[in-house]
């Protein structure tokens, strides 16, 4: 679980970017945050939920406030005490809500039951808990920002009137923002599943055989996720024409033939953080069409990996990747983007696509891709995980050059 859910107790450093968060605070008046998601409540307080991942209608809530930055306050359901204990909090205060029951015998030595798991005469609901919060934590006159994602428009409202008019505001995107560089640690963890995610890759191609299907090839990479230490995350394996599908999902009918491409676009989760990278093979010598177009994407994807530098802004990445591919031998090529940041969700800010003015910033970690599909023929695609530093774009894997030719 701690794959999905967050670090080993004991291990290292913040991922709250809390400098970054005071400076956008103050740039927009805003006192505070709410954060509502899984991946945001997970950001601003430290504590792993579980039940709000597999359950609609079960939510967590952190509120921080800029002027107790080490005390966050996190409303959780009483069904996820446990993972207080597992995981930690970073120090918040937690409010459980709900009723749910864990026998503690006498003289169990279970020290934090005392703490946590007493029940309450009344169990509390969830809206209730959060006004108590609101009412002990935030001073009259405070502006509070929320992430409105994770909520029903019901219960926005009705805090948005509890604390009274112009006092809670949208900031969902500015937690985005905030997100958007990362901590030393943040960067510690998406490097390392970067690393699995590759390593897996490799793992999973070195066991390529005729005749094995998709969903076994699949089975191959995922396992090798595990055994490296992460948590399997999403799985698009093709072979052949099915490459074309953008999403294929792996088919336990289809068959590795002689000549077949071999796409892969994998991600995988370590501590919390999100890898999201591609690779491209032929299962035996690959053609003329297939060994030139995948010689196109690739001078795309470093020209694009090439420009991943502060100052940037996110449409110029995109733009050169395109231009790049065009001149490089695919004078059609047409894509929606060319990447997005990473981190507590596959898709963290900045997209690189058209129109996209926010400037690459040092600390944003980004996947970098320039798929190419046509029905018929097949897809290709390559995909990298790169930091942007102040010196010019820190790759965590290592681009693909050439097809990879399996099965030899």
Request: proline fraction near 7%.
């Amino acid at each position: 679980m701690t794959g999905i859910f967050g670090p080993h107790r004991g291990e290292a450093g913040p991922v709250f970017n809390r400098d970054r968060a005071l400076a956008l605070l103050e740039r927009a008046g805003l006192d505070g945050l709410i954060a509502t998601t899984p991946e945001n409540v997970f950001y601003l307080s430290g504590f792993c939920g579980f039940s709000g991942r597999i359950l609609r209608g079960v939510h967590a809530l952190a509120l921080w406030l800029a002027r107790e930055p080490e005390r966050p306050a996190v409303v959780v359901p009483r069904s996820d005490l446990d993972m207080v204990v597992q995981f930690g909090t970073a120090g918040a205060e937690v409010r459980p809500y709900g009723v749910f029951f864990v026998e503690v015998p006498a003289g169990s030595g279970e020290q934090w039951a005392d703490r946590l798991l007493v029940e309450p005469a009344e169990p509390a609901a969830f809206i209730d808990v959060v006004r108590g919060v609101l009412q002990d934590l935030v001073r009259p006159g405070e502006r509070i920002g929320l992430d409105e994602a994770g909520l029903p428009a019901g219960l926005v409202e009705s805090l948005r009137a509890d604390l009274g008019p112009g006092r809670l505001l949208p900031a969902g995107d500015l937690i985005r923002r905030v997100r958007a560089v990362k901590t030393p640690e943040e960067v510690r963890r998406l490097q390392r599943a970067a690393e699995i995610a590759e390593a897996a890759v490799a793992d999973a191609l070195a066991a390529v055989r005729e005749g094995m299907s998709e969903w076994e090839l699949a089975a191959e990479f995922n396992s090798a996720v595990l055994r490296r230490g992460g948590w399997p995350g999403f799985s698009v394996i093709a072979f052949g024409p099915r490459t074309a599908y953008p999403n294929a999902v792996p088919a336990p009918e289809v068959r590795l033939r002689r000549g077949d491409i071999i796409r892969f676009d994998v991600g995988c989760i370590y501590q919390g953080y999100c890898s999201d990278i591609s690779r491209t093979a032929v299962f035996g010598e690959p053609d003329l069409r297939v060994r030139e177009r995948f010689r196109a994407i690739v001078a795309g994807e470093q020209a694009a990996l090439e420009r991943c530098r502060p100052g940037v802004a996110a449409a110029e990445v995109f733009e050169t990747a395109v231009a790049a591919t065009r001149q490089a031998g695919i004078p059609g090529y047409r894509r929606h983007h060319v990447g997005h940041g990473v981190g507590l969700e596959y898709y963290d800010l900045p997209l690189l696509a058209p129109g996209q003015a926010m400037p690459l910033e040092a600390g944003m970690v980004l996947e970098v891709e320039t798929p190419y599909y046509e029905l018929g023929f097949g897809g290709l695609q390559v995909e990298d995980t790169v930091l942007v530093c102040p010196d010019g774009p820190v790759l965590f894997t290592r681009p693909q050059a050439d097809l990879i030719i399996a099965g030899v």
